[in-house]
């Protein structure tokens, strides 16, 4: 292969081809209601699904909130652009008028949900005696700690007036559909965007039990919230009961155009599944010494072989570099491959955004740690700072999108030609 780096961006960039709104929301629509409608949402490809859907129905009635930058041009849903991954004053004023919106509407109206991951920063409404920085401290302090994103959903969504499942029943009697894209490891409703639409069964003490098991310091204000009865709305409640929660696109449909794409093109395929979670850098281990096994075990003639992952990994913050989960995956596996001959590796988020940065990702190969010493940078040393995102910048190895519409998750390729 003359070209392994540009064959696994082709592979990432089908991944998200695939999860685009305009190329894949049209068919699950149904025709648009008589009566009122309004379409509200929230995440990194609410924009983009805003805009997907006026090209099915018209100009529509609504307002729904993206990430700053990811706005999309609508005839008549409003799109506002807000802060994440920490939710910020643009994100709380919107979140307060989308509830006004939906406030008042009979049986007779629908209300078109559109929910993508980052919508649990971008809907902001902290419950009472919590005040925004407040609540901004705490989702800081969630993001650093390396805790898995259900467990971070279940602390934000008891301390939210919006999350679990508290936007549709602002939206009671009213009919609703919710359309998803999951970016969530298991597909769960319940956890993408915190589940604005889902019921969910947990209660205040899950929501302590997650700060204290990961160490997360919270103001007196949080412990009091806490401690009082949550509005989180049970899976049974009669508010949920006209609520229709569809995931239409999902990290599996993405893997899989990828793998075929790459079969096409003559390899191998091994599919390690699309709910991986974990340590960035433990999985990446566990994957450098697969892949070491697999190469050994290869035949002269055999073809190459690829390795798929997707699902969301998580980076327990110790250093104060500048990175993220992907980077970070690749900076532990290009150390744990020490320049083994014939492997390369891309890792990105499909959003276009690892961690904080706006990178999505990382490319590497068995020249990438000789490049950095070469040039006098310390790939440990960046590892043990979470510093990835300067490393691949150093020896070019960062993927650069920016904003793809869309969000399912993390797409990791390891690609053994030899």
């Known amino acids: 292969m003359e070209n392994p780096a540009a064959f696994l961006r082709s592979l990432f960039d089908c991944a998200v081809e695939v999860a685009d709104p305009m190329q894949s929301l049209a068919r699950f629509l149904p025709p648009k209601p008589a009566g009122r409608v309004v379409v509200v949402g929230a ?10 859907v006026e090209a099915a129905w018209g100009p529509c009635e609504g307002l729904v909130i993206t990430r700053y930058g990811y706005a999309r041009p609508c005839a008549g849903i409003e799109i506002v652009e807000a802060s994440h991954p920490v939710p910020d004053a643009a994100g709380a004023a919107a979140t307060v008028r989308m509830l006004a919106l939906l406030d008042g509407l009979g049986e007779g109206d629908f ?41 971070m959903n279940t602390v934000r969504k008891h301390l939210s007036r919006v999350k679990g499942g508290q ?29 604005p639409t889902v019921g969910d ?20 204000s949080v412990t009091a919230a806490l401690a ?4 989180v709305v049970l899976p049974g409640d009669e508010r949920l009961s006209r609520v229709e929660n569809v995931i239409y696109a999902a990290p599996a449909q993405s893997l899989r155009a990828a793998g075929q794409l790459a079969e096409a093109a003559g390899c191998a395929l091994c599919n390690l599944g699309d709910a991986l979670e974990g340590e960035a850098r433990d999985v990446a281990r566990a994957q450098a010494e697969h892949a070491l096994r697999l190469q050994a075990a290869r035949k002269p003639g055999d073809k190459p072989l690829l390795l798929l992952s997707g699902g969301e990994l998580t980076v327990t913050r110790r250093g104060d570099g500048i990175g993220g989960p992907n980077a970070e995956f690749c900076l532990a596996l290009a150390l744990a491959l020490e320049g083994a001959a014939g492997i390369h590796a891309l890792a990105c988020d499909t959003d276009g955004v690892d961690g904080a940065a706006e990178v999505a990702g990382a490319v590497i190969g068995p020249q990438t740690l000789a490049l950095a010493r070469a040039a006098g940078v310390d790939p440990a040393n960046a590892l043990a700072r979470n510093d990835a995102h300067s490393f691949f910048a150093s020896v070019g190895g960062q993927v ?6 869309t969000n399912v998750n993390d797409f990791r390729a390891v690609l053994i030609t030899g």
């Open 167 to 195: 936007l549709a029943a602002a939206a009671y009697p009213a009919r609703m559909l919710a359309l998803m894209i999951s970016d969530v490891p298991g597909d769960d409703p319940a956890f993408i965007g915190s589940g």
């Open 43 to 52: 995440g990194k490809a609410s924009a983009r699904m805003a805009e997907a």
């Open 228 to 231: 009082a009865p949550s509005g």
């Open 400 to 405: 650069v999108t920016g904003p793809t519409l």
């Open 111 to 151: 209300v078109l949900a559109l929910i993508s991951g980052g919508a649990s920063a971008l809907l902001c409404a902290p419950v009472a005696g919590v005040s925004l920085a407040q609540k901004q401290a705490v989702n800081a302090a969630l993001l650093a700690s390396g805790a898995p994103i259900d467990r």
């Open 201 to 220: 069964a947990s209660g205040p003490a899950d929501a302590r039990a997650v700060l204290a098991q990961w160490g997360i310091a919270v103001p007196d």
